[in-house]
């Protein structure tokens, strides 16, 4: 038995206005394929009016075990949220 | 369409768990417990990972297979709509196996390796689909039984603790609603039909409605791994209680449209489900279950040999666009 297809990422512009969205992930030797199938699993009920199929292989991932490096120290840095300031009562429109 | 634990020599939890690292699953166990979601490339304990890998691909060969039974009476639909809704039905059980066999490929086993265990017997799947659809009227009973007994199992696996299979379980679920209708629908018109419609319909009914209750598997006192799967959020309901839900709701649709449900010990009872009221209903004769499961239903052969005929009839178009690819690949290698 031959090897399976080639794995490709699936991702969906739902509407206008919006951004594509990762919905799944489908199996295609050619783009051309890959679309049919993402439009063919994806697509079945006016789920979007655009599609993007990007091959897995070429996504790059953070690792979880990177988590509290990559994106903890927004903690430490508080003064990043408007929260961090004190506005006096009265003065409106900040 | 779902499917349940099969396999009774399942590896149990604790002796697989016994090799991982202490402070790494008490820090899994403890985000599974605050439901968190786990994603493909989070660590998890082994016992999970094969648990979850197991229960997602025999749902999505569930989902195949499920597709033989209703096949068969696409050309034979009565109507050019029943066959338009049909068809489209066939095809969501198609996209329903497509979207969790992705789901359980993300923990590491590939497509490839699932169909194969599929074809050689050695993975299993709902034993709902080893029963013939004999007339039309089967058409009707599978929507309305086998797809609503689907949804009682799945809507809780919206919030399974595994992230991919939780956000397939969202997208069958919204797809499912529709196959549910069409069927009572179709169980509907055969009761407002001739005496003849209505005895097709109440036969179908009769050999539909057991098969329908043990989708929900063994009874919790039979069924060992539901406590492990409860703990890991895998599982968030026990087979009993879906199959106790599934009969209340179910017994007065079929009583609104003149079915009677072949189950002589079939009461209401004021007491269950603490005061609320609920059916009291006969034994599921476990022993079918069984020797369905191990591949002795009436048709089970029968769907085997049309998944393996398909895979191997296809096998040409998959080469071909293979071949096709590598041969344009090289082409634009070249120009460049």
Same mark, same amino acid.
């Given at each position: 038995m031959s090897k399976d297809w080639p794995l490709w990422e699936v991702f969906v512009?739902?509407?206008?206005g919006m951004s594509h969205r990762h919905v799944g992930s489908v199996h295609a030797p050619d783009p051309e394929i890959a679309l049919r199938h993402a439009r063919d699993t994806?697509?079945?009920?006016?789920?979007?009016i655009s599609l993007w199929v990007v091959p897995s292989a070429q996504i790059v991932a953070s690792d979880p075990a990177d988590d509290a490096q990559n994106f903890d120290p927004a903690a430490d840095k508080?003064?990043?949220?408007?929260?961090f300031y004190d506005i006096p009562d009265g003065i409106t429109h900040i | 369409m779902y499917t349940t634990?099969?396999?009774?020599?399942?590896?149990?939890?604790t002796n697989v768990q016994a090799l991982e690292d202490p402070a790494k699953l008490a820090a899994f166990e403890a985000r599974v417990a605050a439901d968190e979601f786990i994603e493909p490339k989070d660590w998890m304990p082994e016992a999970y990972r094969r648990t979850l890998t197991r229960q997602i691909s025999q749902h999505a060969h569930s989902e195949i297979v499920g597709m033989l039974p209703e096949g068969n009476w696409i050309s034979r639909a009565p109507s050019l709509r029943r066959k338009a809704i049909l068809l489209a039905k066939v095809q969501d059980e198609a996209g329903h196996g497509l979207y969790l066999y992705s789901a359980a490929e993300?923990?590491?086993?590939s497509r490839r390796e699932m169909i194969e265990a599929l074809h050689s017997g050695k993975a299993k799947y709902s034993t709902?689909?080893?029963?013939?659809?004999?007339?039309?009227?089967d058409i009707g009973a599978i929507g309305w039984l086998v797809d609503g007994a689907a949804i009682m199992n799945q809507v809780p696996l919206?919030?399974?603790?595994y992230g991919p299979y939780a956000r397939a379980m969202v997208r069958v679920c919204k797809e499912e609603s529709f196959h549910q209708r069409q069927g009572y629908e179709i169980c509907m018109a055969m009761m407002a039909g001739t005496a003849d419609q209505q005895r097709m319909m109440q036969d179908a009914f009769n050999r539909w409605w057991w098969p329908s209750l043990m989708m929900? *598997? /063994?009874t919790d006192d039979n069924s060992p791994n539901t406590a492990q799967s409860m703990r890991w959020r895998?599982?968030?309901?026990t087979n009993d209680e879906l199959r106790q839900k599934f009969v209340d709701i179910t017994v007065p649709q079929a009583e609104a449209i003149g079915l009677t449900v072949?189950?002589?010990?079939l009461v209401w009872n004021e007491a269950k489900n603490n005061g609320a009221g609920g059916y009291d209903f006969g034994a599921v004769d476990w022993d079918e279950f069984y020797a369905v499961v191990k591949g002795? *239903? /009436?048709?089970a052969k029968e769907r085997m040999k049309a998944r393996r005929d398909a895979w191997d009839n296809g096998a040409w178009v998959r080469d071909a666009a293979v071949a096709y690819a590598q041969k344009r690949n090289a082409r634009e290698a070249q120009a460049a």
């Open positions: 512009r739902a509407k206008g994806y697509t079945r009920r006016m789920e979007g508080i003064y990043r949220h408007p929260t | 634990e099969l396999s009774k020599n399942a590896p149990t939890a993300t923990l590491g086993t709902i689909f080893n029963y013939p659809t004999l007339t039309w009227a919206q919030r399974t603790s929900f *598997g /063994p895998i599982k968030r309901d072949p189950d002589a010990d002795e *239903g /009436p048709v």
